[in-house]
Nanobody, 126 residues
Framework: QVQLVESGGGLVQAGGSLRLSCAASGRTFSTYNMVWFRQAPGKEREFVAAINWSGGNTLVVDSVKGRFTVSKSNTKNTMYLQMNGLKPEDTAVYYC???????????????????WGQGTQVTVSS
């Protein structure tokens, strides 16, 4: 079992930055992969970025490449999403999730992740 709590969302103007955090508890953080998804109103959930158990391998969706960076601290049991150059189309609820299968290859598929946080709202005004 693992508990995930996102934080860091808010309202920002286009071009601004936010850093989201996902604090995890309950399992050895350094053994499992984690991911960020987002869901805008009226749209399907969308993969944003993933990071593997060691933090040494990441995946980022093309629409945010060069603007968003995913990282994790295995000492703080926290994953981060640094979001720069925010655009109105980045407005969504952002969710973190964990795949508790140890030392597996990271995936951008939602079905690979069995534990999800409650989400944090990010709103980018134009």
């Amino acid at each position: 079992q693992v508990q995930l709590v996102e934080s860091g969302g808010g309202l920002v103007q286009a071009g601004g930055s936010l850093r989201l955090s996902c604090a995890a508890s309950g399992r050895t953080f350094s053994t499992y992969n984690m991911v960020w998804f987002r869901q805008a109103p009226g749209k399907e959930r969308e993969f944003v970025a993933a990071i593997n158990w060691s933090g040494g391998n990441t995946l980022v969706v093309d629409s945010v490449k060069g603007r968003f960076t995913v990282s994790k601290s295995n000492t703080k049991n926290t994953m981060y999403l640094q979001m720069n150059g925010l655009k109105p189309e980045d407005t969504a609820v952002y969710y973190c999730a964990a795949d508790l299968r140890p030392w597996t290859t990271i995936s951008g598929r939602a079905e690979s992740y069995s534990y999800w946080g409650q989400g944090t709202q990010v709103t980018v005004s134009s």
